[in-house]
């Protein structure tokens, strides 16, 4: 009997082939994907021929969670996917291991998700992604009275985004502020950049609380995340400044990086290091 915990794909573009072909590498050695769910069939079935055993490819993710051993969901699409199938996933008894945070900026459904994973057993693995110092945030979180994310990128990076809607057709030159205000609506401006705001604000204070300023920069050494928190603990600063993912530069390669260590803690035996 194979004992490596069987992992059900939920979107395979750049972030879930990574991690597919991280496990099928054996980078994550106690792990197996056995299915394969993306909403074009076409990329589901170019990935799984890239993944060795080849896993099934599975037209609904009803049909996924019905392929035998698959225990763990790890969703790589959008915050729109756990709004659309988080609770299914979790109904059926599956853990699930989200890469899209920004979609528990709803904390309605953030609560759902929790209490949904205590009555069947499951559990909620959500990666820092491209941010560090969750772990010293999430120690202080009782004692916090101020969280602040600065998120820089060049103009570029924001192209799609909501909240870049009017800059879409002007040339930045400088650094330009486009949003300054509580994560919770940053999320929703800016879906595909900033999840990062939503694993500080569920690590921390909460999504109306967390402040977030996104800034756009030509001149942006790369994907940039400063945090400043303050409380009766202290105060500390953390600055990164990641380099886009070479496929897809709205993500951080250190989120594709992020994902693949936590899966590997989850699935694999070994000291745990960090709190």
């Not at 896993?55 to 609904?60: A, D, E, G, I, Q």
């Not at 199938?85 to 979790?90: A, D, M, P």
């Not at 309605?108 to 491209?130: K, Q």
Request: proline residues 6%.
């Amino acid at each position: 009997m194979d004992e490596r915990v069987g992992i059900g794909l939920l979107g395979c573009g750049t972030m879930g082939g990574e991690v597919a072909l991280a496990v099928s590498d054996r980078v994550v050695q106690n792990a197996r994907v056995i299915a394969v769910f993306d909403e074009d069939p076409e990329a589901a079935g170019h990935l799984a021929e890239k993944l060795d055993p080849r896993p099934t490819t599975c037209r609904t993710v009803d049909e996924l969670l019905a392929v035998q051993d698959v225990s763990l969901v790890v969703e790589c699409a959008a915050p729109a996917a756990i709004a659309a199938y988080g609770e299914t996933v979790l109904s059926a008894g599956r853990s699930l291991f989200i890469l899209s945070s920004g979609a528990l900026a709803d904390t309605e459904l953030f609560d759902r998700l929790i209490s949904l994973a205590a009555d069947n057993g499951c559990e909620i693995v959500i990666p820092s992604g491209a941010l560090g110092g969750i772990d010293a945030l999430r120690s202080v979180r009782d004692l916090l009275e101020s969280v602040t994310l600065t998120s820089t990128k060049t103009p570029q990076a924001f192209s799609g985004a909501p909240g870049f809607a009017k800059w879409e057709d002007v040339e930045i030159t400088e650094p330009t502020v486009l949003y300054e205000g509580p994560a919770r609506d940053a999320v929703a401006l800016f879906p595909a950049n900033v999840n990062v705001a939503a694993t500080l604000s569920i690590a921390g204070i909460g999504p109306k609380r967390t402040i977030v300023k996104v800034v756009a920069d030509p001149a942006s050494p790369g994907n940039v995340h400063e945090i400043h928190a303050r409380g009766e603990f202290g105060e500390f600063t953390f600055k990164l400044v990641n380099q886009p993912h070479v496929r897809n530069p709205r993500t951080s390669h250190l989120a594709v990086l992020s994902a693949i260590e936590t899966l590997r803690a989850y699935c694999d035996s070994g000291p745990s290091i960090g709190t």
